[in-house]
């Protein structure tokens, strides 16, 4: 929505502070970018200048980020008002709030409206909710957030390969989110020099402690397999 005035704060909710917090937003917008440019070729020709590229790019990646932003979050009053202009003040180039709603227009056009509903987010929800296995193995203080944290970075940096959009987001989420068991794993038993089993370590280089981590996390990453419908041969 636009506002009356274009200052921006900064302050908790506002956008500067939702893509500082929430990692599942980046992610969908970047993700709605790939799937838009997969069905849409930019312009080209002689009469295409690299301005014009760039300008391209830039309008709809602010349109996928807002229909993302507007997919996770209620924006509008009275909770928490993210303005226009918050969005339009990213691009390099001048953007009127009627070509921020264009662009969004032609994404869920070109999307065919399918924004999607299914996101690493609830299936990571949904893991932690069905599986015992997972919250008895990574429930110690600050495992299951240390797990999300590296499954997250992991998403984000797929998002560098327009190949990601080969596999569903079940199978991406499975794989982050296994890295990130192993991660947490390998760090708590770095600090602690004892395995899950409370065994102690008598090598704690990153092979051993893989390893180790490996080991203890069998079981759940058949369960997570088994809960997202992720056949063996896929892991």
Not at 6 to 30: I, N
Not at 53 to 67: K, N
Not at 148 to 170: F, G, R
Not at 191 to 215: E, I, N
């Amino acid at each position: 929505m636009p506002a009356d005035e274009v200052e921006t704060s900064y302050t908790p909710g506002d956008l500067y502070d939702v893509l500082s917090t929430t990692p599942e937003v980046r992610f969908h917008a970047g993700h709605l970018f790939l799937r838009y440019f997969r069905f849409v070729d930019p312009p080209s020709g002689d009469s295409a200048t690299d301005e014009d590229l760039e300008a391209v790019y830039w309008d709809v990646a602010l349109a996928c980020l807002t229909i993302s932003l507007k997919f996770h979050r209620d924006v509008l009053y009275p909770l928490s008002v993210i303005y226009a202009h918050e969005f339009l003040s990213l691009a390099p180039h001048e953007i009127e709030f009627e070509d921020l709603e264009n662009a969004q227009r032609d994404v869920l056009e070109a999307l065919a409206y399918y924004v999607g509903s299914a996101t690493p987010g609830a299936f990571m929800a949904e893991l932690w909710l069905t599986l015992p296995t997972l919250r008895r193995l990574v429930g110690f203080d600050g495992g299951w957030e240390r797990v999300q944290e590296h499954a997250w970075e992991v998403l984000c940096e797929a998002l560098q390969q327009v190949e990601v959009l080969s596999y569903p987001i079940s199978l991406l989420t499975a794989a982050a989110v296994i890295g990130g068991i192993l991660e947490a794993l390998m760090q708590r038993y770095k600090k602690t020099k004892v395995d899950g089993r409370g065994k102690a370590l008598r090598k704690r280089d990153s092979k051993s402690l893989k390893k180790a981590a490996m080991k203890a996390s069998c079981g759940v990453r058949s369960d997570i397999q088994d809960v997202l419908r992720i056949p063996d041969v896929r892991l």
